[in-house]
Nanobody, 130 residues
Framework: QLQLVESGGGLVQPGGSLRLSCAAS????????IGWFRQAPGQEREGVST????????VYANSVKGRFTISRANAKNMVYLQMNSLKPEDTAVYYC???????????????????????WGQGTQVTVSS
């Protein structure tokens, strides 16, 4: 069974940090670009960050650039999102998703649309509040 499972969410104060993990099972992530998305209540799901299958290229939304870092450990079938300097507006359910794609990601091809992805996790809640 092809599955993605997110973990690491929780409640954190503004300025704090969290590290989200995305564990893949039933398939190897080596051939997949991975995207992190988030969805706040009443809002559309938005792309936060994308990493290529090799990990050699990454893309970030302007709202998180300089604060979030995406990384992957293909040998462990894992992808991570390190989130620093968190703000209340970062509060959302965070999802990871996989797209079979072996090329780079960049500003011209950010893979930021949810419809481009094939597999999704169930999401993990991140709440930034004092």
């Amino acid at each position: 069974q092809l599955q993605l499972v997110e973990s690491g969410g929780g409640l954190v104060q503004p300025g704090g940090s969290l590290r989200l993990s995305c564990a893949a099972s039933g398939f190897t992530v080596d051939y997949y670009a991975i995207g992190w998305f988030r969805q706040a209540p009443g809002q559309e799901r938005e792309g936060v960050s994308t990493i290529s299958s090799s990990g050699g290229s990454t893309v970030y939304a302007n709202s998180v650039k300089g604060r979030f870092t995406i990384s992957r450990a293909n040998a462990k079938n894992m992808v991570y999102l390190q989130m620093n300097s968190l703000k209340p507006e970062d509060t959302a359910v965070y999802y990871c998703a996989a797209k079979r794609y072996g090329g780079d990601v960049n500003s011209d091809y950010p893979l930021r649309s949810p419809s481009e992805y094939e597999f999704w996790g169930q999401g993990t809640q991140v709440t930034v509040s004092s």
